[in-house]
């Protein structure tokens, strides 16, 4: 019985070690990022772009099929063993900015943020320029303070 209980010791000793050290390629399971992380992710490379606003995408936008766009971003996730992401960015353009030049840094960073922190594939990054913003409002442009001096004195 003493080489049983010594042969059952050095078997749990060796089976905690192992559990210890247990290598996870063999476990079996799935990992899902739901749309609104992949939204958030997406969202934060948006507003790292310079010359970039999140526009309303409007009322034709949210009557197609899908979830609505939220902060100028919509997202769509295909079903499958690797998932491919779709995403739809709407926004607004600063006035003097190369559109197309634009965009493609809009494509580009919201596809390496996504896949970087994902592992996901980015299918496509489909940009809709919604507007032009200009920098400088009409209340604040260099005639408006002289007249309102001028007004004081």
């Known amino acids: 019985m003493d080489n049983n209980d010594q042969v059952e010791s050095s078997n749990y000793e060796q089976e905690g070690i192992e559990a ?38 409007g009322l034709m936008a949210n009557l197609r099929m899908g979830r609505k766009a939220a902060n100028g971003v919509r997202i769509s996730i295909s079903d499958g063993e690797s ?50 913003t200009f920098s400088e409002k009409p209340s604040e442009s260099g005639d408006a303070p002289s007249t309102d001096s001028a007004e004081i004195l």
Request: aromatic share 6%; charged share 25%.
């Open 83 to 132: 998932p491919e992401i779709q995403v739809d960015t709407y926004v607004s353009v600063k006035y003097s900015l190369r559109i197309p030049d634009v965009c493609w840094d809009v494509q580009e960073a919201v596809k390496d943020q996504i896949e970087r922190y994902t592992g996901y594939t980015v299918k496509s990054v489909n940009v809709y320029v919604q507007g032009i």
């Open 20 to 57: 210890a050290t247990m290598d996870q390629t063999g476990l079996e399971g799935k990992i899902r990022i739901s749309e609104e992380v992949i939204s958030q992710l997406a969202i934060k490379a948006l507003l790292s772009v310079d010359g970039i606003q999140p526009a309303n995408p």
